[in-house]
């Protein structure tokens, strides 16, 4: 492997470096970026290679325009792109760009469907499929700052340099087990744009389930929620230095109608609630006035009495020796929740938990049998040696 420490600062080098990796159907790519103090990440290297080569594209050297090459070449449909942990790489190239790469193959999603555990670090899968050991991660990193100096660079290139042969690797076991398609669905997941937009209202109802709120303040905490979006947006920073997420449930919860009141929540940003202590009192003004018909209804969470709770806790263990068995990790099959919905419904039929959307096919095929069998009394767990074995009733 050629590692190519002088970073493509021009178009000129952009350009070139492109008419190399056009002739690939196979490349990798990582990025470094920073966003401890932003709401938006900011992107500050590319890392791309080839089987037999691996560059650094400084991006803050480069204007959008000038990467416009790299972005296509990002977006080929003939060119598989390798990554590893893909969430954070294709929302920064989505907020800085406007696109997210495809198609492409996590390497972190095909791991976890070869039995290389539910969240391998990339450092991990390099021991583990090649026997290298790369250097220390330097995840707290100012990657924003310049000159980089050599281990920084070094560092970098290690990231990208063993992604394409381990992609080879993975994608013939994934091959072997009749599994590829399935990595390449679970990393088009991260292809989806929306999933780096707006999420507010998914915000507010997941702070709605952890605790009790009445259908008045829950509309009142979706507006607080949606208010805090667009201020961390329009600030770039993060959501935590708006307001975190229990303060505003607790304004919900208290609907405070005067500044004094609204001053007395310390995790507010006090110059926000200073400045913009109007409009959260108007957002609170307005939802206590609306007709309670109109109101939304809160998320009711269902909470398992001690016996279904048993039987949820049962129904995991049993999925983890399947999983152990099937060499994939349990949150490729079912969730907690799934199996907590499974278990308070009474669903004991895999046709059910398809129609549901409970999951897949494939999920249904690979152990929709087994678990079945356990809801019915049909199979037991026991203990041998000290380790979990499966008996047949």
Request: charged content about 30%; overall charge neutral; proline content about 4%.
């Amino acid at each position: 492997m050629k590692l190519h420490f002088d970073t493509i600062h021009s178009e000129i080098q952009l350009r070139e470096l492109c008419e190399t990796l056009r002739r690939e159907t196979l490349l990798a790519f990582d990025t470094e970026f920073i966003r401890e103090t932003t709401y938006f990440p900011k992107l500050a290297l590319i890392q791309i290679a080839t089987a037999e080569e691996s560059w650094l594209v400084d991006v803050l050297r480069l204007p959008p325009e000038a990467m416009r090459p790299l972005l296509e070449i990002l977006r080929e449909p003939q060119v598989l792109k390798i990554l590893h942990s893909a969430h954070g790489d294709q929302e920064c190239l989505f907020h800085t760009y406007g696109i997210t790469a495809s198609p492409t193959l996590d390497t972190f999603e095909a791991a976890s469907l070869l039995g290389l555990g539910e969240s391998i670090s990339l450092r991990d899968l390099i021991r583990l499929e090649l026997g290298h050991n790369i250097g220390k991660s330097h995840a707290r990193t100012d990657w924003l700052r310049r000159p980089l100096g050599e281990e920084l660079k070094k560092y970098a290139l290690s990231d990208v340099q063993y992604l394409v042969e381990i992609g080879r690797n993975l994608l013939e076991k994934l091959e072997a087990k009749r599994r590829k398609e399935w990595a390449l669905e679970l990393s088009a997941y991260y292809e989806n744009s929306r999933l780096y937009s707006d999420n507010s209202q998914e915000v507010a109802e997941k702070l709605a389930k952890s605790g009790r709120i009445s259908a008045r303040s829950y509309a009142i905490l979706k507006d607080l929620v949606a208010w805090r979006e667009e201020r961390a947006r329009a600030l770039d920073i993060p959501r935590r230095r708006v307001a975190d997420d229990e303060t505003l449930f607790h304004i919900a919860n208290a609907r405070p109608t005067t500044r004094e009141q609204l001053g007395k929540f310390r995790g507010l940003n006090r110059g926000e609630s200073e400045r913009r202590s109007e409009a959260l009192l108007e957002i609170i003004r307005r939802q206590l006035s609306q007709d309670s018909k109109m109101l939304p209804s809160p998320p009711q969470p269902r909470i398992p009495n001690a016996v279904q709770a048993r039987a949820i806790d049962l129904l995991g263990t049993y999925l983890r020796v399947l999983c152990e068995r099937h060499e994939i990790a349990a949150r490729n099959l079912l969730t907690t929740q799934q199996l907590r919905k499974i278990v308070l419904d009474q669903l004991d039929d895999p046709e059910q938990w398809v129609e549901k959307g409970l999951c897949s096919l494939r999920v249904r095929d690979l152990i929709g049998e087994d678990l079945q069998a356990m809801l019915q009394g049909r199979r037991a767990l026991s203990i041998e040696n000290g380790r979990i074995k499966i008996a047949e009733l």
